[in-house]
């Protein structure tokens, strides 16, 4: 069966960095788009960042455009997401999900397969 693993989370002040990993098992992993969305308290899990199969396309939020950096290895079946200038607002539970399109988009619904999360918490 599909296994997402996000790893990488912690507590972090803010202006800090921190490196978010997800990793597939038990699918072909480039023929799926790949993103990450967050969830804080009281809120609706939203759009972060997602990448194309290849790499070559990647679509972000305007939240998070300049600072959140999202990447493949397709070797690894890995995909990254590389967060610099962390502020508050960041705080929240980041989720990796897959969907077996070749069209980049940011529509949580349709997302087939999602990790577990993993907490990132940036104080002030």
């Known amino acids: 069966q599909v296994q997402m693993v996000e790893s990488g989370g912690g507590l972090v002040q803010a202006g800090g960095s921190l490196r978010l990993s997800c990793a597939a098992s038990?699918?072909?992993?480039?023929?799926?788009?790949m993103g990450w969305f967050r969830q804080a308290p009281g809120k609706e899990r939203e759009f972060v960042a997602v990448?194309?199969?290849?790499?070559?396309?990647?679509l972000y939020a305007d939240s998070v455009k300049g600072r959140f950096t999202i990447s493949r290895d397709n070797a690894q079946n890995t995909v990254y997401l590389q967060m610099n200038s962390l502020k508050p607002e960041d705080t929240a539970v980041y989720y990796c999900?897959?969907?077996?399109?070749?069209?980049?988009?940011?529509?949580?619904?349709?997302?087939?397969?999602w990790g577990q999360g993993t907490q990132v918490t940036v104080s002030s």
């Open positions: 999900a897959a969907d077996l399109t070749n069209m980049v988009h940011t529509t949580r619904s349709k997302f087939d397969y």
């Open positions: 038990g699918l072909t992993f480039s023929d799926y788009i």
């Open positions: 990448i194309s199969w290849s790499g070559g396309t990647t």
